[in-house]
């Protein structure tokens, strides 16, 4: 089996949008792999928003501690490996922030144990409605391979929820950490803020040592949502007798902050912490997702350091999170998908942009996402000058460019009510197109905005998914504009 024959196989017969292994399933699949997963240290990550950062942020801060590192995250966003890598010892971090690539899994290793799995799972004889998909078999994937290079501690990101996700298969975790909770994935998780929470607290289990949580009312507008979150992670984390490290705001205090970074300082007596720390990840909430790592560390193991825990917050990288890819044009890739992640979208644009800057935008949605309101909060800004409505060529899931920019027009309408000042939406269906519209609307506009001593920023949101294909398109165009400013 090569890697085209393993991504085919993987995507293959129903795989990508089957039904999904039962944990009891995938317990037995990985005892007749030899239990890869077991006597192995873990943090446990589950959350709507903020996970991937958290997880980022903990590999980083225990691998400038020494540890070897196994890291299990999705989606991917720019490479297939990106799902599961080893971040070995300090040394690592600084070769993962020159070169991303560093301790993702080989496409060798990837065929040897996926090859592995097939065989055990085709000599099994489980259901057909049982049978692992997709997700599955990444995670036991990578359980192979964390287990066969022996990493140290196990950093477990989950995919969606916790009580039905694959993730939740390892047991009871040395830590659980829960970050922003919001609606997404409505029709699997439930249509509240509390039955979603329901489902993410299923990580909790008892021996686990601590429930490392931020202060949902830092994340939900409406504060007795919050209230009720809160309440369904403490009672279950008191019905095992889990003690409860919890973080708000008043923990934090920015520094300042750019569009080159962030410095902020992070107190917590319980856990005898009192840090200046820098990150180079622009989201607002990105200080209080380093800090909640670091608790989850600490908790992990109390003797970390001052210096490695600064060390591994300040090279923390993390693809698509208000990621600038370019300085001229200014250019940011975001995966805010969801009305929570809009709206943290929003409100960093507004920390980072200037009175006069303004924004050009290029959105896609998959198709169960809830566009209005991510319109809703990210049309909350004067800068936003336009809004360019485009779609992934071939992709099912991907919403068509005509419906959101139908959907975008009737949403502008109702958040601008003086026309002048409304942004221009532009209709695209393809990325290639979208980012050429945007360049083109940059090019015209500098002058002007240059003159009054401000900037124009081009933004990507909407989907990890076209992540990759819109950083692909602006390499092109970013060639063609620095030609033609010579």
Known sequence: MNI?????????EGRFNGGKANHKVLRDILEALGNPDEGRKKIHIVGTNGKGSVAAYSA???AAAGYKVAQYSSPDIYRFGERMRILDGRSSNKDWSKDPKVGEISDEDLCKY???????VENMDIPDELQPNYFDFLLLVAFQYFAEYDCDVWVVEAGIGARLDA?????SPEVAVITAIGKDHVEKLGDTLEKIAIEKSYLLKEGCKALCIYDQREVIPDKSEALKVMRVFEEKAASFDIPVVKLDLDNIDIISSNLEGQKFNFIDKSLGIDLDLETKLLPDFEPLNAALAISACKVLDSSLSDEDIAYGVSTCYWPARLEKISNDPIVLIDGAH???????LRSSLDRLLEEGDEEIHIYTSMRDKDQYNCLREIFKSSKLTALICSTLEDYDRALENDELFSLATEVLSESFADEENRPIIYNSNNIETAVKIAFDLYKDKLEIVKA?????VI????????????RQACEIELEK???EAK
């Open 4 to 12: 085209d024959e393993a991504k085919a196989y993987l995507y293959g």
């Open 60 to 62: 980083y801060i225990l």
């Open 114 to 120: 996926l090859n592995r799995t097939r065989a055990v």
């Open 167 to 171: 993730t939740n298969v390892i047991g």
């Open 338 to 344: 969801n009305p929570q992640g809009a709206r943290a």
């Open 452 to 456: 009054r001593n401000n900037k124009i």
């Open 459 to 470: 933004v990507n949101w909407g989907s990890f998914y076209t992540a990759k294909d819109f």
């Open 481 to 483: 504009y620095l030609e």
